[in-house]
């Protein structure tokens, strides 16, 4: 069974700084990409920041300068270091992983979510 736990969250105020933390683990082939959705109420979930394995990364245009992500291959983790955040980073962030068997997409796993609230 595969867990992806995210941790980091909480309350920060507007231009201060917070990283989030995920680890996936359990029984999985081999992790490719790895990132972060974030979603608020009655609006879809959006892609904040993506990374492969081999450290390629996609940012959405609102966090670009002011968050970067990266990852630990060896223990499949990804981080995500928000700086200078705004009210409008006000969400529940949601780590994923996907997973990849024989070079083919096999399933994406998604952690729980951690609020991120910016107070200002």
């Known amino acids: 069974q595969v867990q992806v736990e995210e941790s980091g969250g909480g309350l920060v105020s507007a231009g201060g700084s917070l990283r989030l933390s995920c680890a996936a683990s359990?029984?999985?082939?081999?992790?490719?990409?790895m990132g972060w959705y974030r979603q608020v109420p009655e609006k879809d979930r959006e892609l904040v920041a993506a990374i492969s394995r081999g450290g390629t990364t996609d940012y959405l245009d609102s966090v670009k300068g002011r968050f970067i992500i990266s990852r630990d291959n060896a223990e499949n983790t990804v981080y995500l270091q928000m700086n200078a955040v705004e009210p409008e980073d006000t969400a529940v962030y949601y780590c994923?992983?996907?997973?990849?068997?024989?070079?083919?997409?096999?399933?994406?796993?998604w952690g729980q979510g951690t609020q991120v609230t910016v107070s200002s």
């Open positions: 359990g029984s999985m082939f081999s992790v490719h990409g």
């Open positions: 994923y992983a996907d997973e990849v068997r024989n070079g083919v997409f096999y399933q994406t796993y």
